[in-house]
Structures are given as C-alpha cells and as structure tokens.
C-alpha cells in the first residue's frame, strides 16, 4: 500500500520565485497535514483540512503562504513569493478518523526547500 | 496554539544504558499524547502512545502525569539503533484531530 507521496524531494530556488509543494495523501484518510521542520523552530503545524475543507491554517506564516486541496488526493502548498527564510523541510501527513485516537499520523518523506 | 517542550539534549549513552527523556505540555485541554521517532533526514514515525496508566512496549515505557502536564518515555538497555530524535507529541485540541510537536530530544547511542 502506497504512503503519503510528496513532490518535488528537493527544490533549489531563488528568491521571490513561486514555490508549489504537492501531496498525495494515503487512499480512504479523510485528513491531511501540512507541517514545517526546522532546527531552530522544530515541527510546525501550518495547515490542516478535514475531508478536503481547511479546518485550522493559524499555523500559516504569512499571506506567501497558501494551500489547497481540489479533491481527496491531493494537496499543494504554495510559498508566493518564497524568501531565504522559507527554507525547511515540508512534511505532509494523512491520517483517518481512526487513526486520530491512535495518535498515528503517517508522514511523507517531506519536501527539501533551499531558497537562495 | 500552545507549546510542547522538551529536554534539549542530545543524549549520548553507551549500549545498555538506560535514558528517559522529558516533555511538558502548557494545553490543559489535550487529551492525547505521543512519542514519535525520526531518524536522521527521514520523516517521522509513531513509536508509542501514551496513556494516562503508563504504558510499556518492550524496552520502552512511556508515562503521563496530567497534574503536572508531564510526559515522558523511559528507554531501557539501549541499542544502537536506538540513536534517533524522539518527537514528543500533543493533541492540539479536545477532538485531537492535529498534533503539536516538541523540537525533539537527539539520542546517541554508542558502542
């Protein structure tokens, strides 16, 4: 069974550059998480949705920051225009309604953004 | 969004110690709590839930102290593929639907 698939791995840019992040979460999970590491910040939260609605985006930095999901199989994560700052590994997790008792959320192998 | 904190570390024991790492938690209202393990440049992954009676799976123990809002997880003879950064977790809410993480605590350990 297929996990949660991201792309791109790894993404150089430069600076003030569109950056799209995009997810497929595990079939049948009905919510997805789109989380920020860091060294200095950790595992940030900054978005979740719940049967493709966004439930809690407090977690987003800014307005660079935005993020979708058209159907139940996939989600994208946009940083417009991205900064040095953006610079992190984006994970996205899925998890079901089950799943959430278990504490089990099933990670992606994260995106790595440079931004130069 | 409320805060998980957790010893800084890193921890660098020798195979068989025993290491037991700390996380506090300032939400009252969360109900469920988590250790998560992530190897180095992976993502990471549940290692155990923890609940308010203790739990224990193997060499790991993991335990609660609501009053305190306190977690933690006890890890006995280590083993060298033990060395991982071990994410504390809490329910961001009641409906503990989102998780917030800890920073992490580096555990090294060595032959």
């Known amino acids: 069974d297929a996990g949660v698939i991201q792309s791109p791995r790894h993404e150089v840019t430069e600076m003030g550059q569109e950056v799209t992040l995009r997810c497929k979460p595990i079939?049948?999970?009905?919510?997805l998480f789109w989380y920020r590491q860091t060294m200095m910040r950790g595992l940030e939260l900054l978005i979740y949705?719940?049967?493709?609605?966004?439930?809690?985006d407090s977690g987003m930095p800014e307005d660079r920051f935005s993020a979708k999901m058209p159907n139940a199989s996939f989600s994208t994560l946009k940083i417009q225009p991205s900064e040095p700052r953006d610079s992190a590994v984006y994970f996205c997790?899925?998890?079901?309604?089950?799943?959430?008792?278990?504490?089990?959320?099933?990670f992606g192998e994260g995106s790595r953004l440079t931004v130069l | 969004r409320k805060e998980v904190e957790q010893d800084p570390g890193p921890f660098n024991v020798p195979e068989g110690a025993t290491v037991a790492f700390n996380c506090t938690y300032s939400?009252?209202?969360?109900?469920?709590f988590f250790w998560y393990r992530q190897d180095c440049r992976k993502e990471p992954k549940l290692l155990m839930s923890?609940?308010?009676s203790g739990n224990e799976d193997g060499r790991f123990t993991a335990q609660l102290n609501r009053a305190s809002q306190y977690i933690s997880l006890l890890i006995r003879d280590s083993k060298l593929s033990d060395s991982a950064t071990y994410l504390c977790?809490?329910?961001?809410?009641?409906?503990?639907?989102?998780?917030?993480f800890g920073k992490g605590t580096t555990l090294s350990v060595s032959s």
């Open positions: 997790a899925s998890s079901s309604l089950r799943d959430r008792f278990t504490g089990e959320l099933f």
């Open positions: 079939s049948g999970h009905d919510y």
């Open positions: 949705f719940n049967n493709n609605v966004p439930i809690d």
């Open positions: 939400n009252s209202a969360s109900q469920s």
């Open positions: 923890v609940y308010s």
């Open positions: 977790a809490a329910a961001a809410n009641q409906a503990g639907t989102a998780l917030i």
